[in-house]
């Protein structure tokens, strides 16, 4: 099984591409923070980003209306690896691959924006 949770901020706006073959997928980045303290009590912040790519159809629209930078993302999805060679070097990228996605619209552009009835979850 390969099922992941995760949240954070979006740190930019999202990307939007489009593939060889017509089909658009849209990228973003997530901040997710996590607080801890070390043997001398010290406070440690670590952030860890990570890359979410979202190629349903259906959330394509929600992407479009939520996605902006700051806002919250809840994400629930699968991880993906993918194996890119560049310049004579091999890189291995982890992200995720959006399932679900779940935005808190007080912290998007859309709060400020008209907003129908539609359950902005999917």
Known sequence: ???ITIS???????????TEVGREWSLFTIANNTVYF?????????VTFIDIV???SGLQEYVK???FKGAFCLV???????K?????AKYTN????????HFSSSQSRAASAEISNDNPFI
Do not use: P, W
């Open 84 to 88: 890119t060679d560049k310049d004579g």
């Open 54 to 56: 979202c190629s349903k």
């Open 1 to 3: 099984m390969n099922q």
């Open 8 to 18: 954070g901020n979006l740190t930019a706006d999202f990307t939007r591409k489009t």
């Open 38 to 46: 070390n043997k001398a009590q010290e406070k440690i912040e670590k």
């Open 65 to 67: 209306k939520y996605a």
């Open 94 to 101: 982890v992200r995720i691959v959006a399932d679900e996605l």
């Open 76 to 82: 629930l999805g699968r991880l993906e690896i993918v």
